[in-house]
């Protein structure tokens, strides 16, 4: 009997040994790329192409990154993306939470259909709409500016709403229902309520938003006229020329822009993962 417990426990532990070496050499692949990343921004241009190849540099140094600052005007390219990124953020958590809400806690006639045109809206890639948006902005005269960088993320995004949505979905109705018996208006509710309930998803969408706005290259680069209004996404063009690709500046500006991603997932991983799965198995 002892024999057949001891077989099972190393069964069992073989299995899990398995699973971990495997989920392991998939952790390694994931993470290799941001490994070249990091060690290639302290090489010089000619060990980046080295054969045979060498993983770390022959001289740790952070010249690299010193160009990185000086070639380009690296703070005013961060406020500019900071300042975009702020808005970007603020605007997706007031108004997906608000036209959530709205999906998931209030009755009205034809609620389902509006929500499914709005799932549907997803279809439609950024490309497609990119030239009548264009068009609409250029006639408010707004290229040149922020604000068609901006003001699209107080009118809501389909994936942030039905992230939310399924979200809200999930809280019991008891609780707005005995609001309500109490006095409370919808405003309330919602203030009071459903956003101390929702950290998760709001975390979850504050970080997307993060990284979209952080990341995105194509909307500054159509829709920002000058250079004093670059972003650090349009900075890595600048670097870059057809005799000179000056790929280890390209490294050392990518690891900058990569750590802020990093140090803001790892904060806020715990309602990042919550916010996913809470959303994802509500009906």
């Known amino acids: 009997m002892k024999n057949n417990i001891r ?8 299995r899990r040994l398995l699973i971990w070496l495997l989920l392991f050499g998939f952790a390694l692949l994931f993470l290799l790329p941001f490994f070249f990343l990091f060690t290639g921004s302290f090489k010089t241009s000619s060990e980046l192409f080295t054969v045979p190849f060498r993983w770390f540099p022959k001289k740790w140094s952070l010249n690299n990154y010193r160009a990185v600052f000086t070639k380009i005007p ?28 709205g999906f998931a806690r209030l009755r009205w006639p034809g ?43 107080f009118f809501g995004n389909a994936f942030y709403i039905f992230l939310m949505r399924q979200f809200l979905v999930g809280i019991p109705r008891e609780l707005t229902e005995s609001a309500r018996i109490d006095g409370a208006n919808e405003f309330m509710i919602y203030l009071r ?23 995105d290259f194509l909307g500054p680069l159509i829709f920002l006229a ?19 690709p000056n790929w280890e500046l390209l490294l050392a500006l990518g690891a900058v822009m990569v750590m802020p991603v990093l140090v803001l997932f790892f904060l806020l991983q715990k309602y990042f993962i919550q916010g996913i799965t809470m959303s994802g198995i509500k009906g």
């Open 111 to 153: 609620r389902d259909k509006i929500f499914l045109i709005v799932i549907a809206t997803m279809i439609l890639p950024y490309q497609v709409t990119l030239i009548p948006v264009y068009i609409m902005f250029t006639k408010l005269k707004w290229i040149g500016t922020f604000l068609p960088l901006v003001v699209p993320g």
């Open 7 to 14: 077989l099972y426990k190393f069964s069992v532990f073989l």
């Open 193 to 215: 309520l459903i956003i101390p309930i929702s950290k998760p998803v709001l975390a979850t969408v504050a970080i997307m938003s993060f990284m979209r706005s952080w990341n």
């Open 74 to 101: 690296f703070f005013r390219y961060l406020r500019n993306t900071l300042i975009i990124v702020f808005f970007n953020i603020i605007g997706a958590l007031v108004s997906n939470s608000l036209i959530a809400y």
């Open 226 to 244: 000058s250079d004093k209004l670059y972003t650090l996404s349009l900075a890595a063009s600048m670097l870059r020329s057809n005799l000179d």
